[in-house]
T-cell receptor, first 115, second 116 residues
């Protein structure tokens, strides 16, 4: 049973435009969410996170939105750059407040930014 | 430089052999994790450990074993019982992120295991 889902395996966006990557989850106990970027044959690198007490978090070109009632989060990248081309994973944890720290990842979305 | 070191980067194994993947961190992190990446399946949790001498099974622990004898080290053994071991293996640990105290997983560069 996939608790964290990224239903779009791939996305192509023109340089300078907005990229929107989506993630859905099923476990209402998740209280902390993260986005990671990954290049082939490398480890993922952290981008941005959000706790369940917030509905938005911004860091430069990256903004994460959380809709708890819909169990949905999204990552917005504005403006998109060719260097943003990578696979993006969302992850969720139900242990941030309790200290369990078990992180579940989605299947990833491959973003391609076209110059 | 603080970070997570995984070795070897590439490993080939014959069927029926056990292999051990190394993961060492000098970040003073308490919790460590092993994930497996397969095409189209994202990152799946194998085992995790929140403290020395303690670890928990993740979603796909069958055919794997771990130990946590030191805070810095969390080796993963892929046993012959693992039916489909060819994959990219990632080790991670938890550290403090931003000023709010968020906990962010830091990953190593990964190990590619191929069964011949």
């Amino acid at each position: 049973d996939q608790q964290v889902k990224q239903n779009s395996p791939s996305l192509s966006v023109q340089e300078g435009r907005i990229s929107i990557l989506n993630c859905d989850y099923t476990n209402s106990m998740f209280d902390y969410f993260l986005w990671y970027k990954k290049y082939p044959a490398e480890g993922p690198t952290f981008l941005i996170s959000i706790s369940s007490i917030k509905d938005k978090n911004e860091d430069g070109r990256f903004t994460v939105f959380l809709n708890k009632s819909a169990k949905h989060l999204s990552l917005h990248i504005v403006p998109s750059q060719p260097g943003d081309s990578a696979v993006y994973f969302c992850a969720a944890s139900e242990g941030w407040n309790s200290g369990t720290y078990k992180y579940i990842f989605g299947t990833g979305t491959r973003l391609k930014v076209l110059a | 430089d603080g970070g997570i070191t995984q070795s070897p980067k590439y490993l080939f194994r014959k069927e029926g052999q056990n292999v051990t993947l190394s993961c060492e961190q000098n970040l003073n992190h308490d919790a460590m994790y092993w994930y497996r990446q397969d095409p189209g399946q994202g990152l799946r949790l194998i085992y995790y450990s929140q403290i020395v001498n303690d670890f928990q099974k993740g979603d796909i622990a069958e055919g794997y074993s771990v130990s946590r004898e030191k805070k810095e080290s969390f080796p993963l053994t892929v046993t012959s019982a693992q039916k489909n071991p060819t994959a990219f293996y990632l080790c991670a640990s938890i550290g403090r992120g931003d000023f709010s105290g968020a906990n962010v997983l830091t990953f190593g560069a990964g190990s590619r295991l191929t069964v011949l």
